[in-house]
Structure formats: structure tokens, C-alpha cells
């Protein structure tokens, strides 16, 4: 099943991806994936979500969370700002109705994959907070795109009000 949201994201990417420009949003994609690795080696041992595999064909691959979040990030993510970052609208009310689309399509990814078994939540984390996070997070993805100074200097509140909040414990850093 895994699969098949991968090579769905694959072919909107195909065919709505701004490719010609990409370069010049790379390095958001790096802070997009930086983050994520980042988040997966701090809470390695205190997960807010755990992906899963549903189908033989995805146990038959030998798929499991590192491996299906590696390969988000590959696809998934890099179509997400090649469409997100690409197509970016220049008003300030359309790039906000464009981050409650994005919010949107991921949280029905999120969603179907919760509700299929493919994502367990934990500590905490739930639902409601994959939606607000996706909502911050498309945000600063635009912020990082226009000066990454700004987008690294925004996340690291974030990342300690996340660290707080969950009262992520020290004992869980490696």
C-alpha cells in the first residue's frame, strides 16, 4: 500500500512537478529532509508515529518505518516542493489557500494511512496534530525558500515547543 502512495506522489510529480526551476528550491528540499532525518535520529527511541507495512507484497520488500521514511523522503517530499515550491502562487491570500491545499492533501495521506494501519500514532501525537503541524510546516517551507536564514531560525522554537510539549525525555536521546 506504501507503494501505491509512493507511486501516486511519483506521478503527480511527473506531471505537475516544476522541474525546469528546481534547482533553485533544492536546498528547501534539503531543509524539508534535514528536518525529517533530524526528527527520526532524536526520537528514534520515542516516536510520535511508527509507519507500518499492511500488504505481503510490502512485507515481501522487507519494508519497515526507516525504510518506508527514507523513501518519503526521496519521493514524496521531493515532489511535494518541486508542485509546493514550484508552483507557489505570488499573492499572500493564494499562498495561503495553497498551504491549506497541501495541508489538506497531506492530511489525507496521513489520514488513509492511519486509518489503513500503515501509521500508528504515539505519545501524545495524533490526528489533530499532524494537521497543525502540516499547516506550520508548508509555512515554513515557503519562509525557507524566500531566506533559510529565517526558516532554521523559526524551527528551532518549534522544535523545542515540540520537545516540551510531548515531554520528550532526555533518556530517549541517544
Not at 507503494?3 to 534547482?23: E, P, Q, S, T
Request: charged share 10%.
Amino acid at each position: 500500500m506504501i507503494l501505491i502512495f509512493l507511486l501516486a506522489y511519483a506521478i503527480l510529480g511527473w506531471r505537475f512537478g516544476n522541474w525546469k526551476d528546481f534547482l533553485s528550491y533544492y536546498p528547501t528540499l534539503l531543509f524539508f529532509i534535514i528536518g525529517d532525518l533530524l526528527s527520526q535520529f532524536l526520537l528514534y527511541d520515542y516516536s510520535m508515529w511508527e509507519f507500518r507495512t499492511v500488504t505481503p507484497i510490502d512485507d515481501s520488500l522487507y519494508l519497515n518505518h526507516t525504510i518506508i521514511s527514507l523513501s518519503k523522503m526521496v519521493i514524496q517530499y521531493t515532489v511535494t516542493i518541486a508542485i509546493f515550491i514550484g508552483r507557489l502562487p505570488n499573492s499572500n491570500f493564494l499562498k495561503l489557500c495553497w498551504i491549506i491545499l497541501w495541508t489538506g492533501i497531506y492530511g489525507v495521506t496521513e489520514g488513509l494511512s492511519h486509518v489503513l494501519g500503515m501509521m500508528t500514532y504515539h505519545h501524545g501525537w495524533g490526528f489533530s496534530w499532524d494537521i497543525l503541524f502540516n499547516l506550520m510546516m508548508f509555512t515554513v517551507l515557503i519562509v525557507h525558500h524566500k531566506n533559510p536564514i529565517l526558516g532554521w531560525l523559526i524551527s528551532f522554537p518549534i522544535i523545542l515547543f515540540l520537545f516540551l510539549y510531548f515531554d520528550v525525555p532526555y533518556s530517549a536521546l541517544k
